[in-house]
């Protein structure tokens, strides 16, 4: 029995003092990369929409278009008024007369940049995914005739495949975290899939979740991403923090928890 009682404390004894990998094990979120919101390029009332939140789509393709018939009778009326001011100049010029020569010539100008703006809006009627990628927000269905301002937000658009992961760190756990620390992550959606992961950004301040402290790191998906991915998606990552004594990883939230009940005394 002492024998036993020797071995057994030897082996406890190794093993509590050898240094093991440190997890860190939280919950995490994709996100897209970067969002690009797109806005009502003028003041204007939305004609037609032809995408719905969640929908891929391509670069090029056609979100929605502004009604342009204001802007056409604009249009319209700006060509009118620069025909009959290049007609005002060619008399003027015929005429000699350089004071209507001069007031003509300013009348061209003044129509040729209204035109000019005019044209301008007409060409950014017609609002087009940048790339491709996904509708995140835009319920617009219902906002066919509804007059917008001109920089109202209308499409929250992300690139296709462009995704990061948003790791939320409770407090107790944030301190053993740094940029460039690798480690992996599985999805609720498919929780037999396993993906690498390295931590780019750590944010300085917290945000309050489900109550508690909670710190958010940005992470790289690192390797292909899988084709099913999509933003909102939840699951669980497990970072690699470095190597600390076994003991320590086991029992370091009670020891922190004595050690600072002791200091508040």
Request: glycine fraction near 6%; charged fraction near 20%.
């Amino acid at each position: 029995k002492t024998a036993i009682l020797v071995m057994s404390l030897a082996c406890f004894s190794w093993i509590m003092l050898r240094d093991t990998n440190f997890i860190v094990t939280v919950p995490c979120e994709v996100a897209p990369a970067r969002e690009v919101q797109l806005a009502a390029p003028f003041q204007g009332v939305i004609a037609e929409t032809y995408v719905r939140s969640g929908e891929r789509v391509q670069a090029g393709q056609l979100l929605l278009r502004m009604d342009t018939k204001t802007l056409e009778a604009e249009y319209e009326e700006a060509r009118t008024s620069h025909d009959i001011a290049l007609l005002e100049l060619t008399q003027s010029a015929a005429g000699s007369d350089l004071g209507k020569t001069a007031l003509a010539d300013s009348k061209v100008r003044v129509a040729e940049n209204s035109i000019a703006r005019v044209q301008y809006y007409l060409d950014q009627a017609e609002v087009r995914a940048s790339s491709d990628g996904y509708v995140l927000e835009g319920e617009l269905v219902h906002r066919v005739g509804e007059a917008v301002p001109m920089g109202e937000p209308l499409v929250k658009f992300a690139g296709s495949d462009d995704w990061i992961l948003r790791l939320h760190v409770p407090e107790y756990s944030a301190a053993y975290l740094s940029d460039s620390m690798a480690g992996e992550f599985t999805l609720n959606a498919r929780p037999d899939v396993a993906s690498s992961l390295l931590l780019e950004q750590m944010e300085i301040s917290a945000d309050v979740i489900n109550g508690q402290n909670s710190f958010v790191a940005r992470a790289e998906i690192r390797g292909a991403v899988s084709p099913w991915i999509r933003s909102g998606m939840q699951g669980t990552a497990r970072v690699d923090a470095g190597s600390k004594p076994t003991w320590w990883v086991w029992f370091h939230k009670i020891v922190d928890s004595v050690r600072l009940q002791v200091w508040k005394w």
